[in-house]
């Protein structure tokens, strides 16, 4: 059954940085847009490197630096080869100045 986590607050989670997390065996990455927040999991889909490692915010899309890859930061859809697959979104929201995600 899934439940909601708090992360943190919003406040402490700067924009347009890749901020990474762990929950369990878990890991994840959020990205904030204002006052808006998404999560995703740590990984891009072209090859499962670790986008908290290889990624960056650039003028608001989400680049792999590992082959080049672009996503969306709100949604995860992929922008470019060589992704051909969006990345895993996970439910997040914000709740009284907290950063949560459904896991
Ligand atoms: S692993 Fe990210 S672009 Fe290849």
Not at 13 to 38: C, K, M, Q, T
Request: proline residues 5%.
């Amino acid at each position: 059954m899934s439940e909601w986590i708090v992360v943190g607050s919003l406040q402490d989670i700067p924009e347009n940085e890749i901020v990474p997390f762990s929950h369990g065996a878990g890991d994840y990455i959020l990205v904030r847009r204002g006052d808006e927040i998404s999560a995703f999991v740590d990984l891009c889909s072209h090859q499962d490197i670790k986008l908290s490692e290889f990624g960056e915010i650039q003028r608001g899309v989400l680049i792999c630096h590992a082959h080049g890859a672009a996503f969306d930061c709100k949604d995860g859809k992929e922008l470019c080869f060589p992704a051909t697959a969006p990345l895993q979104i996970i439910p997040a929201r914000i709740n009284a100045g907290l950063v949560e995600i459904q896991l």
